[in-house]
């Protein structure tokens, strides 16, 4: 679970000193700022970080490379009719016009546009960022406007992606109804088979079918007859 705490402490780094750039004078802030008149610990913070979750993104997208049991993911995660039909079928549910809700696959349409967003987002931001990182470099072989636009994305950007973890990702991972108090899978990678029973069944029982079938192709173990060693002949008597 490495890459993924790197992940988050980074992009809670960002965030926050990236903001205290642009609200020097909130009280928050402050700390960052005090010793700017002699180091540029802020800036130097939010670029350790951005390099953190530069890497985590790179990892992560080696990872689904190089690893074939991984494809399954990508096919999951790949938008399609199903989701859209989800997401009318959760608003229908949420205003009382359905009985019950939509049954999600392994990953719902709402996972789906985040981990999307996240990927975007984070390229967005990446090339934004490193506009203004070098901003000689920018400003010498590009035009003026690009280090500006660079400038305008980079903040709405993070505007932006705060926003939505802050409203849809605490929302679906802490208040929403089937996960609260809290979804626990961020922290032991597991998620329990009583939550897929209740929202994704159907995604439970092909997951069931998939390891019966696995335990029956499996070669059946050889009985073993316990054998007792050789007992050392007792001693001649003297």
């Known amino acids: 679970y490495f890459p993924f705490a790197a ?3 980074a992009f809670t780094t960002l965030v926050i000193t990236g ?4 609200f020097p004078d909130a009280i928050w ?12 610990f802020r800036g130097s913070l939010h670029r350790a970080a951005a390099v953190v979750l530069v890497a985590t993104m790179g990892f992560h997208l080696i990872y689904l490379a190089v690893k074939p049991s ?44 985040e981990y999307w967003a996240l990927l975007w987002g ?6 934004s960022g490193f506009l203004l990182w070098f901003n000689n470099f920018t400003l010498r ?11 305008a994305v980079h903040y709405y950007e993070a505007v932006l992606a705060t926003l939505s973890i802050l409203l849809w990702h605490f929302y679906f991972v802490i ?18 088979a009583e939550h897929y029973r209740h929202t994704r069944p159907e995604y439970l029982r092909e997951l069931e079918e998939e390891s019966q079938a696995a335990s029956e192709e499996a070669p059946p173990k050889e009985d073993q007859a316990d054998i007792e060693p050789p007992k050392d002949d007792p001693p001649a008597d003297a």
């Open 7 to 9: 992940d988050g402490l």
């Open 19 to 22: 903001f205290a750039l642009k």
């Open 29 to 40: 802030a402050r700390p960052l700022l005090v010793w700017e008149g002699h180091f540029a």
């Open 70 to 113: 991984e494809r399954g993911f990508v096919k999951a995660m790949l938008p399609g009719f199903k989701d859209v039909t989800d997401m009318v079928g959760v608003f229908r549910y949420n205003l009382g016009l359905a009985p019950t809700g939509p049954q999600f696959a392994r990953f719902n349409y709402a996972e789906k546009l």
């Open 122 to 127: 984070t390229i967005l931001m990446m090339v």
């Open 141 to 151: 072989y590009f035009p003026k406007w690009v280090s500006d636009a660079a400038t």
């Open 175 to 192: 208040f929403d109804p089937n996960a609260y108090p809290m979804e626990t899978s961020w922290l032991t990678g597991r998620v329990d």
